[in-house]
């Protein structure tokens, strides 16, 4: 009894995600482009620990009739691709007549892989780019790129959808697991900096961002050289 209350309270958390969801696209609308990613990131960290959690109360066995990995799609689907979309368009972020063309490849492709039955590998590592377009979207805001360079981003990852380049899922890939989630959090508190530095207001951490900025690129070219050495020496470095 005790089990089955639990599982159901991870469901319950899980689905918190598209509140969290509604909310960043009400801070868009609203034009608050900090506020946004701050539920984002809500979202995205429920996202991180929910299947933990669920592993950790075995709730498919204690609530079968629930399909978490269905939950958890159509909250990520949400969260990860069509509130990115959203930006897109409200933020004006590529040329007005390539709004609707870089929408529709954010929104068709991601169906493709959220439907992909082969998209994880044994290991954990995800085949071709993961929809992960909030992160995407994110860099876009943090490197402050013109109209023209986000539409050629989100053509490029877009069509790395279909290549199948292994992308280390930083919280499931057991090799070099630790290290992998001490970076993570690393990248994590760097991104929080860089977040603050969206604000309309000056950070007090401004000071110090060439040095947090510093270490979040080079976070960034570990994981590139982690996916790329999964991917061409089919196995993860030492």
């Known amino acids: 009894m005790i089990q089955n209350f639990q599982s159901w309270l991870v469901h319950l958390f899980t689905a918190t995600g598209a509140l969290a969801g509604f909310l960043s696209l009400e801070a868009i609308f609203n034009n608050n482009i900090f506020l946004s990613f701050i539920w984002l990131s809500v979202a ?30 159509i909250i990520d689907y949400l969260n990860y691709v069509f509130i990115p979309a959203v930006m897109i368009y409200w ?25 992909n039955t082969k998209l994880k590998t044994k290991d954990n590592y995800f085949r071709g780019f993961p929809a992960v377009w909030n992160i995407v ?26 290549v199948p380049l292994k992308y280390a899922h930083p919280f499931r890939v057991e090799k070099r ?12 508190m760097c991104c929080v900096f860089l977040l ?12 110090y961002r060439e040095i947090y900025f510093s270490f979040w690129i080079i976070i960034n070219l570990y994981f590139i050289y982690l996916s790329l050495s999964r991917s061409f020496l089919k196995k993860v470095p030492k």
């Open 196 to 207: 603050l530095d969206l604000r309309e207001i000056e950070s007090p951490f401004n000071v």
């Open 44 to 73: 995205f960290f429920i996202d991180g620990i929910d299947g933990t959690l669920a592993r950790r109360y075995k709730v498919k066995e204690a609530v079968p009739i629930i399909d978490g990995n269905i939950l958890d799609n």
């Open 137 to 162: 979207l994110f860099y876009i805001f943090v490197l402050d790129t013109t109209q023209v360079t986000n539409f050629l981003i989100i053509l490029f990852f877009s069509m790395m959808t279909f």
């Open 177 to 188: 697991k630790s290290f992998n989630l001490l970076l993570t959090f690393l990248w994590g």
């Open 91 to 115: 933020f004006n972020l590529v040329p007005n007549y390539l709004t609707l063309t870089s929408v529709a490849l954010i929104l068709i492709v991601s169906c493709y892989t959220f439907s």
